[in-house]
């Protein structure tokens, strides 16, 4: 199979600085470091073709999945905030939630001081170029998606297609958004590929995709599986469970796998077998990968161990479905020499590529 990237060249724009979690501040792990990096690992493969993509998802397009009242939230909160502090390299970060006094829950006119309305953690700042560099991660999201639909319409399913978005989506729900992640790019390019047909969401970020989760939760004509670290021990803590079925027409199409502290391939490959069975069983008409690579033996904010190999055999099982199959990329924060490659292994074992680097 061949590859079509398609990618931003100005999100370096996006460059967050405030990151507090457990009580310390640390440097931002989602930095324009890592889509160089995973650009550079896919530059010269032979059959990758690079396209180059920076129109902005529309109001319109944005509010598929998300309320009208997000994503006029993070497209605007930065001007109200500048207005406010005049700072000129400030961000808007969360330092205040809503909570219920007597039932009474006051909502601010100036839109930067109702971020307790929106967020839900305190490391997903919006800065100066913040929502325009989401909008283009959207619409890199939306763009792969109308050509892979095309592909798949055609009967070309010698065509996989890699969204190379920065930021990430998947924490961002239908109302709020954090987790690094400010638009669901996956969920918009899932509810645009349903109009053909059942899909299946697989994700394999080292973080419950509590987002796109949120999103398809009461749908059926989307599954949403997630791979992923206990929450019990590991951000978004508040879901990922395997007790989270769906509700409603939703029940039974949404699937968590959370896995242990310490995780290798032995333990990860035996939750991918499972999910692999799954989708034979539901037998979608395509299916999005939102590709986290933080899995990654040596990613500094997580605790699974599988090796850059591992990816390539994970690439594989997931090409075995006979499915059509576009990558969302999602986190991944790892040295470039661990992120690279495993990004380059996944991939070169999706499209049926025979070397593992």
């Known amino acids: 199979s061949n590859l079509i990237v398609f990618y931003n060249v100005n999100d370096k724009d996006h ?15 989602e930095n324009p470091r890592r889509s160089v990096c995973l650009l550079e690992a896919v530059k010269g493969h032979p059959s990758f073709t690079l396209r ?18 997000l994503v006029n939230f993070i497209n605007n909160v930065y001007q109200s905030f500048f207005e406010s502090t005049m700072r000129e390299n400030g961000e808007v970060v969360l330092d205040m939630v809503p909570s219920m006094c007597r039932s009474v829950q006051y909502k601010p006119k100036a839109i930067h001081l109702q971020i307790g309305y929106f967020c839900f953690d305190s490391s997903t700042p919006i800065g100066k170029h913040t929502a325009r560099t989401a909008r283009i ?3 890199i999201a939306i763009d792969s998606a109308k ?13 996989i297609v890699y969204a190379l978005c920065r930021p990430p989506g998947h924490h961002s729900t239908k109302d709020y958004f954090g987790g690094y992640c400010y638009f669901n790019n996956t969920a ?4 645009l590929l349903s109009k053909l047909g059942k899909v299946v969401v697989l994700d394999v970020d080292y973080h419950h995709g509590n987002g796109t989760q949120d999103i398809f939760y009461s749908r059926n004509d989307v599954y949403f599986i997630s791979i992923h670290a206990d929450p019990e021990f590991d951000y978004p803590l508040y879901s990922g469970g395997a007790d989270e079925l769906g509700i409603g027409d939703g029940l039974n199409y949404n699937k968590n796998f959370p896995l242990p502290k310490g995780t290798d391939w032995s333990t990860y490959k035996k939750a991918l077998d499972e999910a692999i069975n799954i989708i034979n069983s539901f037998d979608p008409v395509s299916i999005i990968i939102s590709l986290g690579l933080d899995t990654a033996d040596g990613d500094p904010i997580c ?13 594989s099982i997931i090409c075995n479905t006979g499915k059509p199959i576009m990558v969302v990329q999602e986190g991944g924060y790892s040295p470039n020499d661990i992120l690279g490659p495993s990004c ?7 499209t049926g590529s025979l070397k593992k680097e």
């Open 344 to 350: 380059l292994n996944f991939l070169q074992g999706l």
């Open 15 to 29: 460059d967050p600085v405030i990151h507090l979690c457990l009580g310390e501040i640390i440097k931002h792990p």
């Open 147 to 159: 050509l892979f639909e095309k592909n798949i319409v055609e009967n070309n399913h010698n065509s």
């Open 137 to 139: 991660s959207a619409g």
């Open 303 to 315: 605790s699974f161990h599988l090796k850059p190999q591992d990816y390539f055999e994970m690439g």
């Open 52 to 69: 180059e993509c920076e129109r902005e998802a529309t109001i319109e397009e944005l509010q598929q999945v998300h309320s009208p009242s």
């Open 188 to 191: 918009l390019a899932a509810n």
